[in-house]
């Protein structure tokens, strides 16, 4: 198969080549440049902030009338809500100029997962969570995200944050409830160490202590001085005493232990191993090479977690622009390239719901892991049959445009048996046919 | 080049011998077990005191309020049960011991939540932590080899199915009749990647065994759904060489609000799943079905007493089925707690005289000649205390 770098800038690092795009760049350059602090901002206006929400919210729960209708109310407005978020999210990773930070945006997003299969108000909150925790920090510091992902209320809500009690707190001594370690185990997990970070059972439930407290301020007292508190520190709930997390003690702080224990596992070597890991398997090789790994980790080390330097670090790798590994389009991204690729730049209900068929509807993991990250995880039968749909129904969308085919294969994908598949394309009965032939074809499912 | 037809494409695959490693490609796969099983989760919490109904229970009427089922829309099961009306369609099918309805078992957590109890029952744990898999992939990963072959049908792959083991996955398609050309040609393309042949291939498969290629697999919706997505796992089920575990949900039972007594909002959806059950059981011939269990399972049962709009709020014990030529049924299953304030869990629920796995260990221990130990530290893991219920199946 013949490499070019460029498309595996388009495609690898970006999310999905358009025609015409590939004569104008150099490769490592075009990258480099997207590498700045608001390439990652999703631009649309329209959307509210998560205070916003948090305020309607706790307007909504203070009227009156029935729990029932209330709850019912709420439901509806939840999934209205986060069908405008991914639309114009979808929107929005469809038309940027600046795919490799919206990729970047999408990898930290699903790094720092929350779902809506749980709890009702994550569906509320989910497109505000990834937009002011997520994506202002994209080319900032690692601790920022983990500390801003820590502290909004999806994160808060969705783990179950906002239900651990210390036990010998205030409330805790008063009516018996107690800790709940999900969000600590997951924040060590998950999000920092990786499962064989070197952390124990003891160190959960630590990291659990020092986190209690820890909720979300305006859902239960509403405005505090006339302003919605989307996160707040209640000492009636946070255990007294001091802890000892990885062997380390921390005296009682409140609030600040839980600040001091994010910024102490963000510095662990085994956070900047796991992330690296991560970060290579998504953008080189589902089974990332040592090398690769340890020179990402470095980096990470190095510089404290600064994620400016580690998405740069990234575009140094050759084996992402030469090797011949390839890495396979999720359904999401398979999605959003075939629009770049046509020139759709708006989506319908129908595809959220097509999203959902192939198991990768947005925030909604089946777990806090996130979403799978290769080829094994989307190449199943079902979801090949219906990115076949998906392509039919997508080229139907550019009818009576002068799409052009030729264009399409030779500057958005790399072809791996080329005389198959111009003579393929050659027997379908329509331009619509072979274009759509073209977004189905094996090819076009890899980056 | 239009000469190569879906079918003889399918062939070629199989005589090149393609390297399997991605989904059970089921016709290549020998199965070593020829017993099925299928696990159905009604999603929402089905009220089991709406489907299978207390009606001797003396104070059934006075509990129940104004969703007490009048006496003569029942079909009686025994001197305490009767079948709802929508459930009608499978009297016959407990006459004949095909079906055993189960009363009164919950899952080993109280939660009144959806998430955590379904992801308990899902997942085969006894706590709502974040397993990475199912027990029913854990079964397909205990009963190992060739016979590990399942399969989701309808919808996502659920958490059950979730694991090491892979699992094929089928839905009704949105693509018509009029594609079968696009597709061979596609097919040809996918025949030359060495990654996604092998899922391209079994897809295919798939709905050649889900349904002739003329009845056209374009995806029903609302109740009609039941019906479609049975009757395919049916036939993949059935086939000689097809999938041996397969699991199927249903949402919308979630009844918080009107949900009606004979030819209501959930007694049709009853009637749906009745229907479905059936259209399952047609697909098979006589020695299949001898060979296979069905569960009908949900997260939690619902209250008591109705709510103030008509329907019912989250509960604790619930009701299950067990359908299938190998059940021993034309009994209910049940250890009554009974009806009156005092005999309710907090005073509002059905009070679970049985763990959920006590039942789903019973049915795959006799179905797959399990062992305690598999069930009880793999399949279920910390389940030691949890003992199967025998005699569920012949």
């Given at each position: 198969m013949q490499i070019d770098p460029r498309l595996r800038a388009l495609n690898r690092f970006g999310l999905g080549a358009r025609p015409g795009e590939l004569g104008q760049i150099d490769p490592k350059g075009w990258l480099r440049a997207q590498?700045?602090?608001?390439?990652?901002?999703?631009?649309?206006?329209?959307l509210l902030t998560t205070e916003a929400m948090i305020d309607a919210l706790a307007a909504a729960r203070n009227t009156g009338g029935m729990a029932q209708d209330r709850r019912q109310a709420m439901r509806k407005q939840g999934r209205e809500m986060a069908g405008r978020e991914v639309l114009s999210a979808l929107r929005h990773a469809a038309t940027t100029q600046t795919p490799f930070a919206e990729r970047l945006a999408r990898f930290w997003s699903n790094h720092f997962a929350i779902s809506m299969?749980?709890?009702?108000l994550v569906s509320h909150l989910a497109g505000a969570y990834e937009r002011e925790a997520i994506r202002p920090h994209v080319f900032g510091r690692f601790e920022d995200m983990t500390l801003a992902s820590a502290m909004h209320p999806a994160m808060l809500i969705y783990l179950d944050q906002t239900r651990?009690?210390?036990?010998?707190?205030r409330a805790g001594r008063k009516n018996g409830r107690g800790l709940n370690e999900n969000y600590a185990r997951e924040l060590l997990e998950?999000?920092?160490?990786?499962?064989?970070?070197g952390y124990t059972q003891d160190d959960v439930r630590q990291l659990a202590l020092m986190l209690t407290?820890?909720?979300?301020?305006?859902?239960?007292?509403?405005?505090?001085g006339g302003e919605p508190l989307p996160f707040s520190f209640a000492d009636r709930l946070h255990e007294p005493g001091a802890k000892i997390l990885l062997q380390r003690r921390f005296d009682a702080a409140g609030e600040q232990e839980g600040r001091r224990a994010i910024a102490m596992l963000c510095r662990h070597p085994s956070t900047a191993r796991f992330i690296a890991t991560k970060l290579v398997r998504h953008?080189?090789?589902?089974?990332?090479q040592q090398a690769d790994v340890d020179a990402i980790a470095h980096v990470f080390q190095r510089t404290g977690g600064d994620l400016r330097a580690v998405s740069l670090a990234l575009l140094e790798r050759d084996s992402a622009f030469y090797g011949t590994e390839r890495k396979f389009r999720t359904p999401q991204d398979f999605i959003i390239a075939a629009a770049r690729a046509l020139r759709v730049n708006d989506f319908d209900r129908a595809t959220l719901r097509a999203l959902q068929s192939m198991r990768?509807?947005?925030?909604?993991?089946?777990?806090?892991?996130?979403y799978g990250d290769t080829v094994q995880g989307w190449a199943d039968p079902d979801s090949l049959l219906r990115r076949a749909d998906l392509a039919k129904a997508l080229t139907r969308r550019t009818r009576g445009r002068n799409t052009d085919i030729g264009a399409i294969l030779a500057e958005t994908m790399e072809v791996a048996n080329p005389s198959a598949l111009v003579q393929i394309l050659d027997q379908q009965p329509d331009r619509n046919t072979q274009l759509a032939l073209l977004l189905a074809s094996p090819d076009f499912q890899w980056r | 080049m239009r000469a190569l037809n879906r079918r003889s494409f399918l062939g070629a695959a199989c005589a090149g011998g393609?390297?399997?490693?991605?989904?059970?490609?089921l016709s290549f796969a020998r199965a070593s077990t020829d017993r099925r099983f299928v696990f159905v989760l009604l999603r929402g919490a089905m009220d089991g005191l709406h489907a299978i109904?207390?009606?001797?229970?003396?104070?059934y009427r006075a509990a129940r309020g104004s969703l007490a089922y009048a006496a003569n829309d029942l079909t009686r099961l025994d001197g305490m049960f009767g079948l709802a009306p929508g459930l009608s369609p499978l009297a016959a099918s407990y006459r004949s011991g095909e079906l055993l309805p189960v009363q009164g078992l919950a899952i080993p957590y109280r939660t009144r939540s959806h998430f955590d109890a379904q992801s308990i029952l899902e997942t085969?744990?006894?706590?709502?932590?974040?397993?990475?898999?199912g027990w029913l992939n854990r079964t397909l990963e205990v009963l190992?080899?060739?016979?590990s072959q399942g399969i989701a049908v309808g919808?996502?792959?659920p958490l059950s199915m979730q694991g090491r083991v892979p699992v094929a996955t089928w839905a009704p398609s949105a693509l018509r009749s009029g594609n079968e050309a696009f597709i061979d040609d596609l097919s040809q393309l996918y025949n030359l990647d060495p990654v996604l042949a092998d899922p391209f291939t079994a897809a295919l498969t798939l709905q050649e065994q889900a349904m002739d290629m003329d009845a056209g697999g374009t995806s029903k919706r609302g109740l009609a759904q039941f019906e479609q997505l049975f009757a395919a796992t049916g036939r993949f089920l059935n086939?000689?060489?097809?999938?041996r575990i397969a699991s199927l949900e249903f949402s919308?039972?979630?009844?918080?609000?009107?949900?009606?007594?004979?030819?209501g909002t959930l007694d049709r959806r009853l009637n749906a799943l009745a229907t479905g059950l059936l259209a399952l059981k047609s697909q098979f011939s006589a020695d299949a079905w001898s060979k296979t269990v069905v569960v009908v399972a949900t997260e939690f049962g619902r209250t008591v007493a109705t709510n103030g709009s008509g329907g019912t709020d989250h509960g604790t014990g619930g009701a299950a089925l067990l359908y299938g030529g190998a059940v021993r049924g034309g009994r209910v299953l049940a250890d009554w707690p009974g009806l009156a304030s005092h005999q309710l869990f907090e005073q509002r629920d059905l009070r679970p005289?049985?763990?959920t796995r006590q039942l789903l260990k019973g049915v795959l221990a006799a179905q797959f000649d399990l062992r305690a130990a598999e069930l009880d530290r793999?399949?279920?893991?910390?389940?030691?205390?949890v003992p199967a219920l025998a005699g569920l199946v012949r």
């Open positions: 590498v700045q602090p608001t390439a990652a901002i999703n631009p649309d206006k329209s299969q749980g709890e009702p651990s009690i210390g036990p010998n707190s998950l999000h920092t160490l990786g499962v064989d970070g407290g820890w909720t979300v301020g305006g859902l239960a007292r509403g405005r505090n953008f080189v090789a589902d089974r990332p990768h509807a947005f925030w909604s993991p089946p777990s806090p892991a996130g | 393609l390297a399997t490693t991605f989904a059970p490609s109904v207390p009606a001797g229970d003396p104070h085969g744990l006894d706590k709502p932590v974040g397993a990475a898999s190992g080899g060739a016979s919808g996502p792959l086939a000689a060489d097809g999938a919308g039972w979630d009844t918080h609000v009107g949900q009606g007594l004979a030819n005289t049985f763990d793999l399949v279920f893991p910390d389940s030691q205390g």
